[in-house]
């Protein structure tokens, strides 16, 4: 089913095969989800007057926000960018411009969408490079084509700015008998055949690849063209200024390769590319903000970097309330934008936001922190399971790793009390008690292959002394 038609409740089930808990932030995120469904069957007086309700989760790290934002996108095939709003400043300080947030969302989108369109041409592209694959290996076949003329407009470029635009002299031809046409047509059934079985893939051919030129001032202006300011000169120029063409020594594997990005480069429209990405970012895509507690702190007797906290909200606002952001794919408004945003909130409370922002985002949901049945249910029953995980990765050496049910039950145990000892890192505390636990059988597996069962008792043996010390799990777990 595609995932625009998954109700509310199946959304939560494809979310389950991969989060364990957190049933309140899963049904507010595929509630979202399911209003931009709705959304786009409304008439257009009224779909341009529902915006997205954004999300403000709320809970400890490692309980899995980022997770499920990160995999709703995935599910709902939607551009998606995490940004921590820690990195982000107000005007006159030393950071990031907010609306760069914008900005990454629509490369993401141009990623995406170029992906597809590839995917979509990929035949047509890896049968063009199938031929020129054959021209390459047998010249003497290929139908007799008109010399590539001069590039005017590269000629006048050249004598401004000196030789790096100066094209090439167009080599001399080379003279090779050309076989009869039947002769030359029999050649290539043949050779054909030869390359898509891999028969020359490790002959080495010389190839020229096409490279993008660089003008010597850089970008206009001096700026960045990802910050929309200025764009970069060789991209307004076009297709004005000449390729700069660079002579490699490749295998036929290889070769076939770089034919096949070439002929889809130049069967995509990337001017489509760029409307459908714009409609994309605009219509579904989502940012999540994370950290966003760490800017929660009000204006008063703070120095330091606290003075600019209350800015950076006040710079997040506008994009997160809707407003016209410029790109070098052009602009693009983030009215239906989804925001979702996260914090631990431990030394500071949502109420400590400034009320516009707090408006922004009507729908709070608290995630709980893990207990121990939740641990051993993440080393076991997601989909991406961390002990399916070191399975997998340890087979490749010929280790078989087995682990019981009371292994796991001590595994749970004892990340749950570092945790409670140490700072709550959530189910992170998994990744480093399993590789403690697992870095000896990791270090011995290219030598010593085998069977390896990880129960209770072996747990406690590499475990119990640095659980039970508090100062050596401080330092090791």
Same mark, same amino acid.
């Given at each position: 089913?595609?995932?625009?038609?998954?109700?509310?409740?199946?959304?939560?089930?494809?979310?389950?095969?991969?989060?364990?808990?957190?049933?309140?932030?899963?049904?507010?995120?595929?509630?979202?989800?399911?209003?931009?469904?709705?959304?786009?069957?409304?008439?257009?007086?009224?779909?341009?007057?529902?915006?997205?309700?954004?999300?403000?989760?709320?809970?400890?790290?490692?309980?899995?926000?980022?997770?499920?934002?990160?995999?709703?996108?995935?599910?709902?095939?939607?551009?998606?960018?995490?940004?921590?709003?820690?990195?982000?400043?107000?005007?006159?300080?030393?950071?990031?411009?907010?609306?760069?947030?914008?900005?990454?969302?629509?490369?993401?989108?141009?990623?995406?969408?170029?992906?597809?369109?590839?995917?979509? =041409?990929?035949?047509?592209?890896?049968?063009?490079?199938?031929?020129?694959?054959?021209?390459?290996?047998?010249?003497?076949?290929?139908?007799?084509?008109?010399?590539?003329?001069?590039?005017?407009?590269?000629?006048?470029?050249?004598?401004?700015?000196?030789?790096?635009?100066?094209?090439?002299?167009?080599?001399?031809?080379?003279? =090779?008998?050309?076989?009869?046409?039947?002769?030359?047509?029999?050649?290539?059934?043949?050779?054909?055949?030869?390359?898509?079985?891999?028969?020359?893939? =490790?002959?080495?051919?010389?190839?020229?690849?096409?490279?993008?030129?660089?003008?010597?001032?850089?970008?206009?202006?001096?700026?960045?063209?990802?910050?929309? *300011?200025?764009?970069?000169?060789?991209?307004?120029?076009?297709?004005?200024?000449?390729?700069?063409?660079?002579?490699?020594?490749?295998?036929?594997?290889?070769?076939?390769?770089?034919?096949?990005?070439?002929?889809?480069?130049?069967?995509?429209?990337?001017?489509?590319?760029?409307?459908?990405?714009?409609?994309?970012?605009?219509?579904?895509?989502?940012?999540?903000?994370?950290?966003?507690?760490?800017?929660?702190?009000?204006?008063?007797?703070?120095?330091?970097?606290?003075?600019?906290?209350?800015?950076?909200?006040?710079?997040?606002?506008?994009?997160?309330?809707?407003?016209?952001?410029?790109?070098?794919? *052009?602009?693009?408004?983030?009215?239906?934008?989804?925001?979702?945003?996260?914090?631990?909130?431990?030394?500071?409370?949502?109420?400590?936001?400034?009320?516009?922002?707090?408006?922004?985002?009507?729908?709070?949901?608290?995630?709980?922190?893990?207990?121990?049945?939740?641990?051993?249910?993440?080393?076991?029953?997601?989909?991406?399971?961390?002990?399916?995980?070191?399975?997998?990765?340890?087979?490749?050496? *010929?280790?078989?790793?087995?682990?019981?049910?009371?292994?796991?039950?001590?595994?749970?145990?004892?990340?749950?009390?570092?945790?409670?000892?140490?700072?709550?890192?959530?189910?992170?505390?998994?990744?480093?008690?399993?590789?403690?636990?697992?870095?000896?059988?990791?270090?011995?597996?290219?030598?010593?292959? *085998?069977?390896?069962? =990880?129960?209770?008792?072996?747990?406690?043996?590499?475990?119990?002394?640095?659980?039970?010390?508090?100062?050596?799990?401080?330092?090791?777990?």
């Amino acid at each position: 089913m595609a995932a625009e038609h998954l109700t509310p409740r199946e959304i939560v089930a494809q979310l389950d095969r991969y989060i364990v808990g957190q049933a309140k932030a899963k049904r507010a995120v595929a509630v979202a989800m399911r209003n931009r469904y709705r959304r786009e069957r409304l008439g257009d007086d009224m779909r341009g007057e529902i915006i997205p309700k954004n999300i403000l989760m709320i809970g400890p790290t490692g309980v899995g926000k980022t997770e499920i934002a990160r995999r709703l996108a995935g599910l709902a095939g939607a551009p998606f960018v995490k940004v921590e709003a820690t990195k982000y400043t107000e005007v006159g300080y030393v950071g990031r411009d907010v609306e760069s947030m914008v900005r990454d969302l629509v490369e993401a989108a141009i990623r995406m969408v170029q992906e597809e369109r590839r995917d979509d =041409v990929r035949e047509a592209a890896e049968a063009a490079a199938v031929e020129r694959t054959i021209d390459l290996l047998f010249p003497e076949t290929r139908p007799p084509g008109a010399a590539p003329s001069a590039n005017a407009f590269a000629q006048t470029l050249g004598s401004i700015f000196g030789n790096a635009f100066q094209q090439a002299p167009p080599a001399a031809p080379q003279t =090779v008998a050309a076989p009869p046409p039947d002769d030359a047509r029999t050649i290539r059934e043949q050779a054909r055949a030869d390359v898509l079985r891999g028969f020359y893939d =490790v002959r080495l051919v010389d190839v020229e690849i096409e490279e993008a030129p660089q003008l010597p001032g850089g970008f206009v202006g001096g700026m960045d063209p990802a910050t929309g *300011g200025a764009a970069d000169m060789s991209e307004m120029l076009g297709g004005l200024l000449p390729k700069k063409r660079v002579r490699k020594r490749v295998t036929v594997a290889e070769a076939r390769r770089i034919f096949a990005q070439e002929e889809a480069a130049k069967l995509v429209d990337m001017d489509a590319v760029r409307r459908e990405a714009l409609r994309r970012a605009s219509e579904n895509g989502i940012v999540f903000i994370d950290e966003i507690d760490k800017v929660a702190g009000r204006e008063g007797g703070g120095r330091g970097p606290d003075v600019s906290r209350e800015g950076v909200q006040r710079d997040i606002l506008p994009i997160v309330e809707g407003s016209t952001v410029n790109t070098k794919h *052009g602009a693009i408004k983030t009215d239906h934008v989804l925001f979702i945003a996260a914090g631990a909130f431990h030394t500071s409370k949502p109420s400590d936001l400034i009320p516009e922002l707090q408006g922004r985002f009507p729908i709070r949901v608290e995630l709980d922190s893990l207990s121990v049945e939740d641990f051993k249910t993440i080393l076991t029953q997601p989909k991406n399971a961390l002990t399916e995980q070191y399975k997998a990765l340890l087979a490749v050496e *010929g280790v078989t790793l087995e682990f019981t049910p009371d292994g796991i039950e001590q595994l749970a145990r004892y990340a749950m009390r570092v945790n409670e000892q140490t700072e709550n890192i959530g189910a992170r505390r998994l990744h480093t008690v399993l590789e403690r636990l697992l870095e000896d059988v990791s270090f011995a597996a290219p030598e010593d292959h *085998g069977a390896v069962t =990880v129960d209770a008792a072996y747990v406690r043996e590499r475990l119990e002394e640095i659980v039970e010390s508090a100062n050596l799990s401080t330092f090791i777990l």
